[in-house]
């Protein structure tokens, strides 16, 4: 069978460039398309996609898109209506798209509207003798599924991270505007609501993961816990690198036993076996033994260095490329000390 591929994508908040992780999607889509040596369309969901669809010159795709006041904001009635209208006119077999919030919500009911297949969370998209063959992770990322399905078409959502995001000459690139028919619009998004950059610890698309073990709370050499010293390193860092914060489970746990706290953690930043296994290319563990059931939750950092006072901890028995044998108080107050010069 012939496949077709669209990749559907859409606009960050400044309403003229795609997001990150369309883009991974796009890069996604043309490896697949060049393994079948299938045709590409690229859909652009954006009140007016031409400055947008700069970003893909070169891809030589078909790029379509609508175009209308109702595509600005994200609204189920008008991204549903858009993808649908999107994947009846490019008739794609394969419909790639990011798995971001935006279409995550719609991208279901948009696979009933066409009649077709969805798979989320996919990590890897190959294919071989028996057709498309798409990897997911189930159980907290212990088991990884291969899955391959007959029906088509079939919308795949892809992990941000998994694909590096297309880079192209930005160039005028043609767009085909494809006629939407909106239901009546109940919706109107007349703001955002959303914590403070420096509230907001958790940053899916930083460079860094820091994580933040139990050691920070802990006595210290002077037989004191010094917290709030702690905290304000944590955050100065944070600040300073734009790194996003992981947690042990220890130390998020410790609210519950009236021990000294970080009052910026919570159970979200828990990374590990029972909490989140985030991606980002380089990790810096700080106070942290480096257990196996928190470690399992770096499995898809690249770089991983680590700051233990224990020679024997787990980093450095293996778990990490780098292990500094140093007091993490002092190591992260001279980091600060230098990102702050160098800004
Ligand atoms: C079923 C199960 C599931 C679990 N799931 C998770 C999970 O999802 N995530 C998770 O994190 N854990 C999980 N755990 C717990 C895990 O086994 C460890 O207990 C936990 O990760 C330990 O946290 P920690 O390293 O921060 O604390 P600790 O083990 O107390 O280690 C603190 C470290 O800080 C160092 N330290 C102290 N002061 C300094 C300093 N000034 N400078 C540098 N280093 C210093 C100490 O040397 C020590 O190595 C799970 C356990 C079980 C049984």
Not at 93 to 99: E, K, M
Not at 186 to 208: C, E, L, N, Y
Not at 270 to 276: I, L, P
């Amino acid at each position: 069978m012939q496949e077709s591929i669209l990749v559907l994508t859409h606009v960050d908040d400044t309403g003229s460039s795609l997001t990150t992780a369309s883009l991974e999607a796009v890069t996604a889509g043309q490896e697949l398309a060049a393994r079948l040596s299938a045709p590409l369309a690229i859909g652009i969901i954006a009140e007016d996609p031409g400055a947008a669809a700069r970003t893909l010159a070169g891809t030589n795709a078909r790029v379509v898109g609508v175009l209308g006041k109702a595509f600005a904001q994200s609204r189920y009635g008008s991204d549903a209506a858009a993808c649908e209208a999107i994947c009846k006119a490019t008739r794609a077999s394969v419909i790639l798209a990011p798995q971001s919030s935006r279409f995550a919500r719609v991208a279901a009911g948009v696979a009933h509207r066409i009649s077709g297949s969805i798979d989320t969370h996919i990590t890897s998209i190959r294919n071989n003798d028996h057709g498309i063959e798409a990897s997911r992770w189930f159980y907290r990322q212990r088991i990884e599924a291969v899955l391959t399905r007959a029906a088509r078409p079939w919308i795949l959502l892809i992990e941000a991270g998994t694909y590096p995001a297309l880079v192209c000459d930005d160039a005028d690139v043609a767009v085909e505007r494809v006629a939407v028919e909106l239901p009546a619009i109940r919706t109107d998004v007349t703001g955002t609501r959303a914590p403070a950059q420096d509230a907001q610890t958790i940053r899916p698309d930083a460079k860094m993961l820091f994580v933040a073990g139990a050691g920070w709370t802990k006595k210290q050499p002077d037989g004191h816990a010094h917290p709030a010293e702690a905290g304000d390193l944590i955050l100065a860092f944070l600040r300073k690198a734009g790194a996003s914060l992981g947690s042990s489970k220890s130390l998020v746990d410790q609210g519950g036993e009236g021990q000294p706290v970080l009052p910026f953690l919570t159970h979200m930043n828990q990374v590990g076996q029972t909490g989140s296994t985030p991606r980002h290319p380089k990790g810096l563990a700080t106070c942290c033994h480096g257990e196996e059931p928190h470690v399992v939750g770096w499995r898809f950092i690249g770089d991983r260095r680590a700051i233990s006072l224990d020679p024997n901890c787990g980093w450095a028995r293996g778990k990490a490329d780098v292990v500094y044998v140093a007091d993490a108080f002092k190591v992260m107050a001279k980091v600060n000390e230098l990102l702050g010069s160098k800004a």
